[in-house]
């Protein structure tokens, strides 16, 4: 498909929107997930038709922990919330995903702004390989805000040498009908996973985020998933 021939959904604009689906694959093995997924999201036609309603990127991690054996994390960057509506509203999109999760879940975010994200360089010869998730409901978006930006603050340089790339906070985009919720996902993306892990034991800042929880966060931690995936 030739990029002028492509036209972008209305809303497609410089606002970024996160989309992560985790979710327990119906095949038994990581190679036949992987085998799976790239003959249908990653089939060239999939990937077109995404990429032309506002899917900027799309990336497959698997759990660090042996524990979440059997589970995938897709993470996208979308700049249309209609065209990613499109798109999985679409009979055969959902027919894949059937077939690729027994149980998924598909959550939209929206960036929250002054929760103190900061995106630093790629050291030359790496690449970002981990990924680590905080998921929780808090008592007030303002009071999250100030918690996280001192969390940020209390780690950023010991993260750093332990190989953190980037920390970022998002929002739950409520689906039609639903109340706005205080629900935050933190993604902090790292070049290295066992690094990654070995930080996240340290457990380094977290009295500042504790205060503001309004439940019990649910954590994870992920790594580029083995074999040649398409992402993009």
Do not use: C
Not at 16 to 34: D, H, I, K, N, S
Not at 62 to 90: M, R, T, Y
Not at 126 to 138: C, D, E, K, P, T
């Amino acid at each position: 498909m030739s990029s002028d021939a492509v036209s972008y959904p209305p809303g497609a604009g410089a606002s970024t929107f996160l989309l992560t689906v985790r979710g327990t694959t119906v095949p038994a093995t990581l190679e036949a997930a992987r085998k799976l997924h790239n003959d249908t999201a990653g089939a060239p036609p999939s990937v077109a038709g995404a990429r032309a309603l506002g899917d900027l990127s799309h990336n497959v991690f698997a759990p660090v922990s042996d524990e979440l054996g059997g589970e995938l994390l897709f993470i996208d960057f979308w700049n249309s919330l209609a065209g990613l509506g499109q798109f999985f509203s679409d009979k055969q999109v959902q027919e894949a995903a059937g077939q690729l999760f027994s149980s998924r879940d598909a959550t939209v975010w929206a960036k929250a702004e002054g929760f103190g994200a900061f995106h630093l360089l790629v050291p030359s010869g790496q690449a970002v390989a981990g990924v680590g998730v905080l998921q929780v409901q808090v008592t007030a978006l303002d009071r999250a805000a100030e918690a996280f930006t001192a969390y940020t603050a209390a780690t950023i340089n010991r993260s750093r040498r332990h190989g953190i790339v980037s920390h970022s906070a998002w929002t739950r985009v409520p689906n039609p009908g639903e109340e706005p919720a205080n629900e935050i996902v933190s993604i902090d993306l790292w070049t290295d996973p066992g690094e990654m892990s070995r930080y996240y034991d340290l457990s380094i800042g977290f009295e500042h985020l504790g205060p503001v929880f309004a439940g019990e966060p649910r954590t994870s931690t992920w790594m580029s998933a083995p074999g040649e995936w398409v992402e993009w």
